[in-house]
């Protein structure tokens, strides 16, 4: 009798046991695709962890349906990593192998299989089961793959659709349908035989009577004097005042060369690669430190102030790990974020970059994952957000994690709800490779642990070529309201700073933690506020679309006309959010181009890009966003930064509000001056003496690091307590009560250790379910692994209770 373990792509915590013959037995490696039979008529793609001879004693075995792959789809140090995470994270071992391989490679009985369109398909080229596929999604759109197997009557269907999904003649249905095409902008040059001085002298005789041609000529010399960069169509167009015909007629006589470009190629002699990696003195001697640090500890933390050059640091250590011939894994926390970097990195390592994020379709994903597995020499260098660490590596040397400070590297929903920053370091420690940690801003407990010698510390503490700081300046909104020099959301003095940059042709960064136009609308009459009917939150109106929007789950509203309560017709909006700055901008300067940057204007694969590459080509000159703006972001032109409100963060039921205020607010600054002058930062506040916001403006990371460290030993925080967040959902109200009561009860008598709760959140109802929630503190010094089984232990007894099954426990380990 022979037996594979597999992992189903199920919430499910524990492996299963199928029946293999011999020669599968003999066949079969760990890493393998499976596709098994599951419950009554399922069928799903397992993977498997392991072979071996004992048969299960509490079921009979089933057999296996078919080998999906002829060699391991997945490495054993990626299994052990993922059952690493499972353990840590307390959740099963099949959330982490749904959420770690892309969908494509997971199809099951339930998918969904559409056509794909505008594909052309040679029919002689396609074996008689898939042409019946093929015939059969031409008369139905959608198929699920149980259907499929009915019609071919067959049970195992799944590499005949993997062929076809190679083919690209076949999609699953989750795939979004992307519109945007990477946008081209045409730029002109003067043709190569007019540029010697003979050239010069033949040209003039060739424009002897076309004047309005002559004209254009004299504006691409003045612009390509003046500017020395590339010249758009629309830019020669605008200098001269002529109309495009003409321009197209001077390319027509091979006078003038057109080329197109797509996005921002501010560099395209290429010449900027040559400089760009000659560090300077203080990068030389961190890039140094860090190869010393490295000798004697696996991770390292660059401390840099913003825009001190770290990319150019990554780029040489990741040049020498390449020599060595390993695989080098770049983490980033937004997806904005990897535009740039990869645009960047292309200059120096070629097509050697693979990138990895969720807005990527499927086959895309499923291809990244085949290279990095084969460590061809396209995926040396990984590029990507959290998702990223999933992938099969065959020999990682070297894990950069960029902004390790950023909230946004843990996951919080589905499970397995990991931090990126520390899976990564474990991941790294499987591997025998080495961590590099980047910040300004770095976390509270990744700076504490480089203050006990964990981890080694490197800081340059001056921005590159020596530029300085930007000057930092706070408005206090209760005087400027009090003095009525208020236009709006703006103050005097940052409407006068934004027309003086606007002047100077600089661009303008402005933020705002918040998207929509206001987040309250209400009736002056009789107060009423519009709530979400299936969450505990008033709805965001958002006056683009108008209508009213949740933010947590997708409910919406058109824009109410009159009060639903009392129906008075007088409602006023509370608050602001990114549309509402926008639309004041508009009247303010109204001859500026404004754009927007948040979750509703950056939905799509290429949403960023659109964006970025358009300010980066200085088509916009200013920008409104959310946090997505304070990640890592290099603009050269940006003059100014102003901070809307710095208020917002602050309040935040949190006890990381005033870490990450500082973290958020010095981000966004250092996207100031980051060429040669110094930027300006305005920061808009209702008390400029909060001791945070002093600590941004005189960027006192130490001071906000000393008086955060003491706060947070004296109430049992993190890095002084590990906690573990339970939250309880159910749609009963008093059930929930109850079973979170009785928890709270079995966890504070079993634990000799802090155990907080049952508390009713800040948002108390999301889609309709009660939430409550249990925070249990864990000193450092105690067993993290022996704590976990109690509680696990603890959680399967609470099951076990019947009224209180239907209770849906969240675990979140390391709740940041």
């Given at each position: 009798?022979?037996?594979?373990?597999?992992?189903?792509?199920?919430?499910?915590?524990?492996?299963?046991?199928?029946?293999?013959?011999?020669?599968?037995?003999?066949?079969?490696?760990?890493?393998?695709?499976?596709?098994?039979?599951?419950?009554?008529?399922?069928?799903?793609?397992?993977?498997?962890?392991?072979?071996?001879?004992?048969?299960?004693?509490?079921?009979?075995?089933?057999?296996?349906?078919?080998?999906?792959?002829?060699?391991?789809?997945?490495?054993?140090?990626?299994?052990?990593?993922?059952?690493?995470?499972?353990?840590?994270?307390?959740?099963?071992?099949?959330?982490?192998?749904?959420?770690?391989?892309?969908?494509?490679?997971?199809?099951?009985?339930?998918?969904?299989?559409?056509?794909?369109?505008?594909?052309?398909?040679?029919?002689?080229?396609?074996?008689?089961?898939?042409?019946?596929?093929?015939?059969?999604?031409?008369?139905?759109?959608?198929?699920?793959?149980?259907?499929?197997?009915?019609?071919?009557?067959?049970?195992?269907?799944?590499?005949?659709?993997?062929?076809?999904?190679?083919?690209?003649?076949?999609?699953?249905?989750?795939?979004?349908?992307?519109?945007?095409?990477?946008?081209?902008?045409?730029?002109?040059?003067?043709?190569?035989?007019?540029?010697?001085?003979?050239?010069?002298?033949?040209?003039?005789?060739?424009?002897?009577?076309?004047?309005?041609?002559?004209?254009?000529?004299?504006?691409?010399?003045?612009?390509?004097?003046?500017?020395?960069?590339?010249?758009?169509?629309?830019?020669?167009?605008?200098?001269?005042?002529?109309?495009?015909?003409?321009v197209k007629a001077l390319i027509e006589k091979e006078i003038?060369?057109?080329?197109?470009?797509?996005?921002?190629?501010?560099?395209?002699?290429?010449?900027?690669?040559?400089?760009?990696?000659?560090?300077?003195?203080?990068?030389?001697?961190?890039?140094?430190?860090?190869?010393?640090?490295?000798?004697?500890?696996?991770?390292?933390?660059?401390?840099?102030?913003?825009?001190?050059?770290?990319?150019?640091?990554?780029?040489?250590?990741?040049?020498?790990?390449?020599?060595?011939?390993?695989?080098?894994?770049?983490?980033l926390p937004e997806i904005a974020l990897t535009t740039q970097?990869?645009?960047?990195?292309?200059?120096?390592?070629?097509?050697?970059?693979?990138?990895?994020?969720?807005?990527?379709?499927?086959?895309?994903?499923?291809?990244?994952?085949?290279?990095?597995?084969?460590?061809?020499?396209?995926?040396?260098?990984?590029?990507?957000?959290?998702?990223?660490?999933?992938?099969?590596?065959?020999?990682?040397?070297?894990?950069?994690?960029?902004?390790?400070?950023?909230?946004?590297?843990?996951?919080?929903?589905?499970?397995?709800?990991?931090?990126?920053?520390?899976?990564?370091?474990?991941?790294?420690?499987?591997?025998?490779?080495?961590?590099?940690?980047?910040s300004a801003t770095p976390s509270i407990e990744t700076y504490?642990?480089?203050?006990?010698?964990?981890?080694?510390?490197?800081?340059?503490?001056?921005?590159?070529?020596?530029?300085?700081?930007?000057?930092?300046?706070?408005?206090?909104?209760?005087?400027?309201?009090?003095?009525?020099?208020?236009?709006?959301?703006?103050?005097?003095?940052?409407?006068?700073?934004?027309?003086?940059?606007?002047?100077?042709?600089?661009?303008?960064?402005?933020?705002?933690?918040?998207?929509?136009?206001?987040?309250?609308?209400?009736?002056?009459?009789?107060?009423?506020?519009?709530?979400?009917?299936?969450?505990?939150?008033?709805?965001?109106?958002?006056?683009?679309?108008?209508?009213?929007?949740?933010?947590?789950?997708?409910?919406?509203?058109?824009?109410?006309?009159?009060?639903?309560?009392?129906?008075?017709?007088?409602?006023?909006?509370?608050?602001?959010?990114?549309?509402?700055?926008?639309?004041?901008?508009?009247?303010?300067?109204?001859?500026?181009?404004?754009?927007?940057?948040?979750?509703?204007?950056?939905?799509?694969?290429?949403?960023?890009?659109?964006?970025?590459?358009?300010?980066?080509?200085?088509?916009?000159?200013?920008?409104?966003?959310?946090?997505?703006?304070?990640?890592?972001?290099?603009?050269?032109?940006?003059?100014?930064?102003?901070?809307?409100?710095?208020?917002?963060?602050?309040?935040?039921?949190?006890?990381?509000?005033?870490?990450?205020?500082?973290?958020?607010?010095?981000?966004?600054?250092?996207?100031?001056?980051?060429?040669?002058?110094?930027?300006?930062?305005?920061?808009?506040?209702?008390?400029?003496?909060?001791?945070?916001?002093?600590?941004?403006?005189?960027?006192?990371?130490?001071?906000?690091?000393?008086?955060?460290?003491?706060?947070?030993?004296?109430?049992?925080?993190?890095?002084?307590?590990?906690?573990?967040?339970?939250?309880?959902?159910?749609?009963?109200?008093?059930?929930?009560?109850?079973?979170?009561?009785?928890?709270?009860?079995?966890?504070?008598?079993?634990?000799?250790?802090?155990?907080?709760?049952?508390?009713?959140?800040?948002?108390?109802?999301?889609?309709?379910?009660?939430?409550?929630?249990?925070?249990?503190?864990?000193?450092?010094?105690?067993?993290?692994?022996?704590?976990?089984?109690?509680?696990?232990?603890?959680?399967?007894?609470?099951?076990?209770?019947?009224?209180?099954?239907?209770?849906?426990?969240?675990?979140?380990?390391?709740?940041?």
């Open positions: 009798m022979f037996f594979v373990e597999v992992v189903l792509p199920l919430s499910l915590a524990k492996t299963f046991t199928y029946r293999v013959s011999e020669t599968e037995f003999h066949f079969i490696k760990k890493g393998m695709r499976v596709a098994v039979p599951f419950g009554k008529n399922k069928i799903y793609t397992a993977l498997v962890t392991d072979t071996h001879e004992n048969a299960p004693t509490l079921y009979e075995a089933k057999e296996i349906h078919q080998i999906l792959d002829e060699k391991p789809i997945a490495t054993e140090i990626q299994i052990k990593h993922w059952f690493w995470i499972a353990n840590y994270y307390m959740c099963g071992i099949g959330d982490v192998y749904r959420g770690a391989f892309p969908t494509g490679l997971l199809l099951e009985s339930e998918t969904i299989i559409s056509h794909k369109p505008d594909t052309v398909v040679n029919d002689s080229e396609l074996s008689d089961d898939e042409f019946l596929i093929y015939e059969a999604l031409h008369h139905q759109s959608s198929l699920k793959i149980g259907e499929i197997a009915s019609i071919l009557n067959k049970k195992n269907i799944l590499p005949i659709l993997q062929k076809l999904m190679a083919k690209d003649i076949i999609v699953l249905e989750e795939e979004i349908k992307e519109s945007y095409k990477p946008k081209l902008i045409r730029y002109v040059k003067l043709h190569s035989k007019y540029e010697t001085d003979e050239g010069l002298g033949q040209l003039l005789d060739v424009l002897k009577n076309a004047n309005k041609q002559k004209e254009i000529v004299l504006a691409y010399f003045q612009l390509n004097a003046s500017e020395k960069k590339p010249i758009t169509v629309k830019k020669i167009v605008e200098a001269s005042q002529s109309s495009p015909a003409a003038l060369e057109e080329y197109l470009l797509q996005q921002d190629r501010v560099n395209f002699e290429g010449k900027a690669s040559e400089k760009q990696l000659h560090l300077s003195e203080a990068q030389e001697k961190a890039f140094t430190e860090i190869k010393e640090n490295f000798i004697d500890k696996e991770v390292c933390l660059l401390h840099g102030v913003t825009s001190s050059g770290k990319t150019e640091i990554y780029i040489k250590l990741i040049e020498e790990y390449l020599e060595t011939g390993k695989q080098i894994l770049y983490l970097l990869v645009s960047r990195l292309r200059l120096h390592f070629g097509d050697k970059i693979a990138v990895f994020h969720s807005k990527y379709s499927n086959n895309e994903r499923v291809e990244v994952w085949k290279q990095t597995l084969e460590s061809a020499d396209k995926a040396q260098i990984v590029i990507g957000a959290r998702s990223a660490l999933f992938l099969p590596f065959a020999s990682l040397g070297l894990l950069i994690v960029d902004e390790e400070h950023e909230q946004t590297f843990k996951q919080t929903d589905p499970a397995p709800r990991y931090h990126a920053r520390d899976s990564a370091i474990v991941l790294a420690n499987f591997h025998q490779a080495k961590v590099l940690l980047g504490f642990n480089t203050q006990s010698g964990k981890y080694g510390l490197v800081s340059i503490m001056e921005r590159y070529n020596n530029v300085r700081m930007p000057e930092i300046v706070l408005v206090d909104l209760k005087d400027k309201h009090f003095r009525k020099r208020m236009t709006g959301h703006f103050s005097d003095l940052l409407t006068e700073e934004i027309a003086e940059a606007l002047q100077l042709g600089e661009q303008v960064i402005l933020f705002q933690n918040r998207r929509g136009y206001s987040p309250i609308i209400e009736c002056l009459t009789c107060g009423h506020v519009p709530h979400c009917q299936q969450c505990d939150v008033s709805l965001t109106f958002h006056k683009h679309k108008n209508q009213l929007r949740c933010h947590y789950c997708g409910y919406s509203i058109a824009k109410p006309t009159h009060c639903h309560s009392c129906s008075s017709i007088d409602l006023t909006t509370k608050g602001f959010g990114t549309e509402q700055i926008e639309q004041e901008l508009l009247a303010l300067f109204p001859k500026a181009k404004i754009g927007r940057m948040d979750q509703d204007t950056t939905r799509g694969k290429f949403g960023f890009e659109k964006i970025i590459d358009s300010f980066k080509n200085r088509e916009i000159d200013i920008l409104v966003g959310t946090q997505m703006l304070a990640k890592g972001l290099d603009f050269d032109n940006v003059s100014l930064v102003g901070i809307m409100n710095a208020d917002n963060m602050l309040h935040h039921p949190d006890f990381r509000a005033f870490e990450r205020s500082f973290q958020m607010m010095t981000q966004v600054a250092g996207r100031a001056g980051r060429a040669e002058k110094q930027g300006k930062v305005v920061i808009q506040t209702y008390n400029p003496n909060h001791n945070t916001i002093q600590q941004v403006t005189n960027n006192n990371y130490a001071g906000m690091y000393k008086e955060q460290l003491y706060d947070r030993q004296i109430y049992k925080y993190p890095p002084y307590f590990r906690i573990i967040k339970l939250t309880l959902k159910h749609r009963d109200f008093d059930k929930l009560k109850e079973g979170s009561m009785w928890l709270y009860q079995v966890l504070s008598q079993n634990l000799n250790i802090p155990v907080l709760g049952p508390e009713e959140p800040a948002i108390s109802r999301i889609r309709n379910e009660y939430l409550r929630t249990i925070l249990i503190k864990i000193p450092q010094d105690l067993p993290l692994g022996g704590t976990k089984k109690t509680i696990q232990k603890m959680l399967n007894s609470f099951e076990a209770v019947a009224p209180y099954r239907a209770i849906k426990v969240v675990i979140n380990v390391d709740f940041y």
